[in-house]
Protein backbone atom coordinates (compact mmCIF):
# COMPACT_ATOMS: atom_id res chain seq x y z
CA UNK A 1 0.00 0.00 0.00
CA UNK A 2 1.14 3.45 -0.67
CA UNK A 3 2.30 5.08 2.18
CA UNK A 4 0.03 8.62 1.42
CA UNK A 5 -2.31 6.00 0.95
CA UNK A 6 -1.95 4.63 4.12
CA UNK A 7 -1.75 7.67 6.06
CA UNK A 8 -5.23 9.22 4.86
CA UNK A 9 -6.88 5.43 5.51
CA UNK A 10 -5.32 5.72 9.09
CA UNK A 11 -6.77 9.03 9.33
CA UNK A 12 -10.20 7.91 8.12
CA UNK A 13 -10.02 5.29 10.73
CA UNK A 14 -9.21 7.32 13.61
CA UNK A 15 -12.13 9.37 12.93
CA UNK A 16 -14.53 6.90 12.30
CA UNK A 17 -13.63 5.47 15.48
CA UNK A 18 -13.79 9.03 17.37
CA UNK A 19 -17.12 9.44 15.94
CA UNK A 20 -18.19 5.65 16.94
CA UNK A 21 -16.80 6.19 20.31
CA UNK A 22 -18.66 9.59 20.85
CA UNK A 23 -22.05 7.97 20.29
CA UNK A 24 -21.75 6.10 22.78
CA UNK A 25 -23.32 2.61 20.97
CA UNK A 26 -21.22 -0.01 21.24
CA UNK A 27 -18.99 -1.53 17.79
CA UNK A 28 -16.37 -3.44 17.10
CA UNK A 29 -13.35 -2.77 14.66
CA UNK A 30 -13.26 -5.69 12.57
CA UNK A 31 -11.69 -6.49 8.88
CA UNK A 32 -8.09 -6.28 7.91
CA UNK A 33 -7.54 -3.39 10.16
CA UNK A 34 -8.50 -5.60 13.43
CA UNK A 35 -6.04 -8.05 11.96
CA UNK A 36 -3.77 -5.32 12.20
CA UNK A 37 -4.48 -4.35 15.83
CA UNK A 38 -3.08 -8.10 16.44
CA UNK A 39 -0.41 -7.79 14.47
CA UNK A 40 -1.79 -9.04 11.11
CA UNK A 41 -0.94 -7.38 8.06
CA UNK A 42 -2.57 -3.64 7.57
CA UNK A 43 -5.53 -3.05 5.29
CA UNK A 44 -5.55 -1.77 1.50
CA UNK A 45 -8.76 -0.71 0.57
CA UNK A 46 -11.17 0.15 3.78
CA UNK A 47 -11.86 0.34 7.40
CA UNK A 48 -14.55 -1.96 8.82
CA UNK A 49 -16.56 -1.86 11.51
CA UNK A 50 -19.47 -4.06 13.40
CA UNK A 51 -22.61 -2.34 14.72
CA UNK A 52 -26.07 -3.21 15.62
CA UNK A 53 -28.72 -2.56 13.43
CA UNK A 54 -30.76 -1.10 15.86
CA UNK A 55 -27.90 1.52 16.13
CA UNK A 56 -27.63 2.51 12.23
CA UNK A 57 -29.60 5.51 12.32
CA UNK A 58 -27.92 7.25 15.53
CA UNK A 59 -24.29 6.12 13.54
CA UNK A 60 -25.27 7.32 10.23
CA UNK A 61 -26.61 10.70 11.48
CA UNK A 62 -23.51 11.23 13.67
CA UNK A 63 -20.91 10.47 10.50
CA UNK A 64 -23.51 12.88 8.32
CA UNK A 65 -22.93 15.46 11.03
CA UNK A 66 -19.37 14.30 10.60
CA UNK A 67 -19.31 15.20 6.70
CA UNK A 68 -19.16 11.44 5.77
CA UNK A 69 -20.79 10.53 2.17
CA UNK A 70 -23.40 7.79 3.34
CA UNK A 71 -24.08 5.20 1.06
CA UNK A 72 -27.01 2.58 1.66
CA UNK A 73 -25.78 -0.24 -1.40
CA UNK A 74 -28.25 -3.04 -2.30
CA UNK A 75 -26.26 -5.43 -0.05
CA UNK A 76 -28.92 -5.39 3.06
CA UNK A 77 -25.84 -5.73 5.47
CA UNK A 78 -23.70 -2.53 5.56
CA UNK A 79 -23.82 0.95 5.09
CA UNK A 80 -21.09 2.45 3.57
CA UNK A 81 -19.29 6.00 5.01
CA UNK A 82 -16.70 8.13 2.61
CA UNK A 83 -14.27 10.39 4.08
CA UNK A 84 -13.34 11.69 0.84
CA UNK A 85 -12.47 8.78 -0.84
CA UNK A 86 -11.86 6.96 1.93
CA UNK A 87 -14.05 4.08 2.82
CA UNK A 88 -15.75 3.26 6.03
CA UNK A 89 -17.80 -0.16 6.01
CA UNK A 90 -20.41 0.13 8.93
CA UNK A 91 -21.57 -3.84 8.62
CA UNK A 92 -24.33 -4.83 10.56
CA UNK A 93 -24.97 -8.39 9.38
CA UNK A 94 -21.49 -9.72 8.77
CA UNK A 95 -21.55 -13.55 7.44
CA UNK A 96 -25.50 -13.62 7.38
CA UNK A 97 -25.58 -13.37 11.05
CA UNK A 98 -26.84 -10.17 12.53
CA UNK A 99 -24.18 -8.37 14.81
CA UNK A 100 -25.58 -9.06 18.48
CA UNK A 101 -24.33 -7.24 22.31
CA UNK A 102 -22.97 -11.00 22.32
CA UNK A 103 -20.76 -10.48 19.01
CA UNK A 104 -19.55 -7.15 21.05
CA UNK A 105 -18.75 -8.25 23.78
CA UNK A 106 -16.39 -10.77 22.86
CA UNK A 107 -14.13 -7.63 21.15
CA UNK A 108 -11.31 -6.24 23.22
CA UNK A 109 -10.15 -2.67 23.82
CA UNK A 110 -6.81 -2.59 21.72
CA UNK A 111 -4.62 0.07 20.43
CA UNK A 112 -4.91 0.97 16.78
CA UNK A 113 -2.65 3.62 16.12
CA UNK A 114 -3.40 6.47 18.08
CA UNK A 115 -6.65 4.99 19.36
CA UNK A 116 -8.13 2.84 21.71
CA UNK A 117 -10.50 0.88 20.31
CA UNK A 118 -12.83 -2.70 20.89
CA UNK A 119 -11.25 -4.94 18.26
CA UNK A 120 -13.36 -8.52 17.26
CA UNK A 121 -11.07 -10.73 18.57
CA UNK A 122 -8.50 -12.99 15.96
CA UNK A 123 -10.44 -16.08 16.40
CA UNK A 124 -13.71 -14.69 15.24
CA UNK A 125 -11.88 -12.72 12.69
CA UNK A 126 -10.63 -16.30 11.39
CA UNK A 127 -14.31 -17.39 11.76
CA UNK A 128 -16.27 -14.05 9.75
CA UNK A 129 -13.41 -14.91 6.58
CA UNK A 130 -13.72 -18.66 6.55
CA UNK A 131 -17.94 -18.17 6.65
CA UNK A 132 -17.31 -15.38 3.22
CA UNK A 133 -15.57 -19.10 1.09
CA UNK A 134 -18.57 -20.20 -0.87
CA UNK A 135 -19.39 -21.59 -4.45
CA UNK A 136 -19.03 -18.12 -5.64
CA UNK A 137 -16.00 -16.90 -3.59
CA UNK A 138 -13.17 -19.37 -2.43
CA UNK A 139 -9.89 -17.58 -2.68
CA UNK A 140 -8.03 -18.76 0.15
CA UNK A 141 -5.28 -16.63 -0.07
CA UNK A 142 -6.35 -13.49 1.81
CA UNK A 143 -7.27 -16.11 4.58
CA UNK A 144 -3.95 -17.93 4.54
CA UNK A 145 -2.54 -14.34 5.23
CA UNK A 146 -4.34 -14.06 8.59
CA UNK A 147 -3.81 -17.40 9.64
CA UNK A 148 0.19 -17.13 9.10
CA UNK A 149 -0.01 -13.69 10.67
CA UNK A 150 -1.90 -14.69 13.63
CA UNK A 151 -1.94 -18.13 14.39
CA UNK A 152 -0.68 -18.15 17.93
CA UNK A 153 -3.67 -15.56 18.78
CA UNK A 154 -6.55 -17.90 16.97
CA UNK A 155 -8.39 -20.32 19.50
CA UNK A 156 -8.44 -22.76 16.20
CA UNK A 157 -11.11 -25.40 17.86
CA UNK A 158 -13.10 -22.65 18.11
CA UNK A 159 -12.88 -21.84 14.48
CA UNK A 160 -13.76 -25.29 14.03
CA UNK A 161 -16.39 -25.36 16.19
CA UNK A 162 -18.02 -21.99 14.27
CA UNK A 163 -17.56 -22.84 10.89
CA UNK A 164 -18.33 -26.69 11.06
CA UNK A 165 -21.31 -25.93 8.89
CA UNK A 166 -18.90 -25.16 5.97
CA UNK A 167 -17.24 -27.12 3.96
CA UNK A 168 -15.05 -24.65 2.39
CA UNK A 169 -13.71 -24.04 5.78
CA UNK A 170 -13.30 -27.42 6.33
CA UNK A 171 -10.90 -27.76 3.56
CA UNK A 172 -9.49 -24.34 4.33
CA UNK A 173 -8.62 -25.67 7.85
CA UNK A 174 -7.18 -29.19 6.38
CA UNK A 175 -4.96 -26.66 4.46
CA UNK A 176 -3.73 -24.79 7.18
CA UNK A 177 -3.08 -28.00 9.08
CA UNK A 178 -1.08 -29.22 6.36
CA UNK A 179 1.07 -25.95 6.19
CA UNK A 180 1.67 -26.32 9.89
CA UNK A 181 -0.28 -22.88 10.91
CA UNK A 182 -2.63 -24.50 13.22
CA UNK A 183 -2.62 -28.00 15.29
CA UNK A 184 -3.45 -31.49 13.83
CA UNK A 185 -6.87 -31.70 15.33
CA UNK A 186 -8.17 -28.71 13.21
CA UNK A 187 -7.68 -30.24 9.83
CA UNK A 188 -8.95 -33.88 10.86
CA UNK A 189 -12.15 -35.43 12.13
CA UNK A 190 -10.39 -36.39 15.86
Excluded at 23 to 31: I, N
Excluded at 54 to 69: K, P, W, Y
Excluded at 80 to 106: F, H, M, N, W
Excluded at 109 to 128: F, I
Aim: negative net charge; glycine residues 6%.
Amino acid sequence: MKQAYADELLLTLKRAGSILKATGVPFALAGSFAAYAHGGASSDHDVDFLVRHQDLETIVSAFTDAGFRIEHPPEDWLVKAYDGGQLVDLIYRPIEIPVSDETLEQASMMSVGPLSLPVLSATQLMVHKLLTYDQHYCDFAPGLQMARSLREKINWVQVRQDTKSSPYAAAFLVLVHHLGLAPETVGTDG
